[in-house]
């Protein structure tokens, strides 16, 4: 009997991958033998494509498969037609291999418990990654708070309200507009979101500002071109605008109704 386990080495000594067909390599193993092959999983196909990687080792002859996480996508299939899929392993792949040959075949889905040395690395390694996004997030709230000051200060109600008149197509126009020239962080935009409401902007304006402000961004467009092409960058911008303002009007209509 052959099976496939998800590695993210080539030998029995590596350690076994989380996730079906982003693993670096499939050891397809005779559990008769213990002789085994490895594959790499691009050579079977891209690791972003799991279904074509699985239709590979399939066809090796593989009855089962083990592997720390796979997709109800491609394991209800695989359970359906008899084949047994192991999920939610760790550890080497030597030991995990063991394990199941010490297990009836008959079992369909069993963990094997991870060790309590690779607990506290994933412990760590995940209080490490948590720190760094805080880290990362802390120039945005600033600038938050002086985007309020900024906003406050130098934009009034009057200056605010000679550009939008509250004519749904001319505001959602206005709003697509400044928003595609002002580009910025996503966070951002719901405090000037939240400004403009205040002072009496329509949500027609709102709405399309903030659809903009994340998708568009003119100032890049240059950038853009140089990259994808005059056509599409064009083609792009010029649809986004235009959906931006769909957008502000179908949700202010929504909205107006309930």
């Not at 693993?23 to 690791?47: F, H, Q």
């Not at 120039?139 to 309200?161: A, D, H, M, Q």
């Not at 509250?166 to 996503?186: E, Q, R, T, V, Y």
Request: with cysteine; net charge positive; proline share 4%.
């Amino acid at each position: 009997m052959k099976i496939a386990v998800a590695a993210k080495g080539r030998d029995l000594d590596s350690e076994t991958c989380g996730r079906f067909g982003f693993c670096p390599y499939i050891l397809v193993i005779d559990l008769e033998t213990m002789e085994y092959e490895a594959i790499p999983t691009e050579s079977l196909g891209k690791r972003e494509e799991p279904a074509k990687v699985l239709a590979s080792i399939l066809g090796l002859g593989v009855e089962a498969i083990i592997v720390g996480f796979m997709s109800p996508r491609l394991l209800a299939p695989l359970t359906g037609k008899g084949f047994d899929v192991v999920t939610g392993v760790s550890g080497k792949v030597g030991e995990v291999v063991e394990a199941y040959r010490k297990k009836k075949l008959g079992s369909a889905i069993f963990e094997i418990p991870a060790s309590r040395k690779k607990t506290r690395q994933e412990i760590r390694w995940a209080l490490r990654t948590t720190g760094k996004e805080f880290l990362s997030i802390i120039p945005v709230l600033v600038s938050v708070i002086l985007l309020v000051g900024l906003c406050e200060t130098f934009i009034n109600r009057k200056f605010l309200l000679s550009i939008f008149s509250g004519h749904p197509l001319k505001d959602s126009f206005m709003g697509a507009l400044w928003g595609s020239i002002l580009i910025g962080n996503p966070v951002n935009s719901y405090v000037i979101g939240d400004m403009l409401l205040k002072n009496g902007v329509s949500l027609y304006a709102v709405a399309a500002f903030l659809t903009t402000w994340v998708t568009v961004g003119l100032i890049q467009l240059p950038v853009e071109i140089e990259t994808l092409g005059v056509r599409f960058a064009i083609s792009r911008t010029l649809a986004s605008i235009v959906v931006s303002i769909l957008v502000a009007i179908i949700t202010t209509v929504i909205i107006g109704a309930f």
